[in-house]
């Protein structure tokens, strides 16, 4: 069993950054990795993914040059680097974990939920 907490979020200015963290327990270092977001009223959407070892990595269009995974497999953990921030990037942000070594970006491939933690960009 997994169990994913995030930490980082909170209230910026637009142009600002955040850097969020995903503490895994068990081995998470053996699983992709991934960051969604859920703004109000909008379906979760796939932000960024790591792999495993090699940390590779793949991102949706809406944050690519602007946001940043990577991870710390000696820690268990996941960061989310956000810089540019805009007020469209406000949103619940989540962890999550792909047991199977697929680098997908669909929500429902993912095993593994973290409770988010809320990122608020002010214009």
């Known amino acids: 069993q997994v169990q994913l907490v995030e930490s980082g979020g909170g209230l910026v200015q637009a142009g600002g950054s955040l850097r969020l963290s995903c503490a895994g327990s068990?081995?998470?270092?053996?699983?992709?990795m991934g960051w969604f977001r859920q703004a109000p009223g909008k379906e979760r959407e796939f932000v960024a993914g790591?792999?495993?070892?090699?940390?590779?990595?793949f991102y949706a269009d809406s944050v690519k040059g602007r946001f940043t995974i990577s991870r710390d497999n000696a820690k268990n953990t996941v960061y989310l680097q956000m810089n540019s921030l805009k007020p469209e990037d406000t949103a619940v942000y989540y962890c999550?974990?792909?047991?199977?070594?697929?680098?997908?970006?669909?929500?429902?491939?993912?095993?593994?939920w973290g409770q988010g933690t809320q990122v608020t960009v002010s214009s």
């Open positions: 999550a974990v792909q047991s199977a070594g697929i680098a997908t970006m669909y929500e429902h491939e993912y095993d593994y």
């Open positions: 068990g081995r998470t270092y053996k699983y992709v």
């Open positions: 790591i792999m495993e070892s090699a940390g590779s990595t």
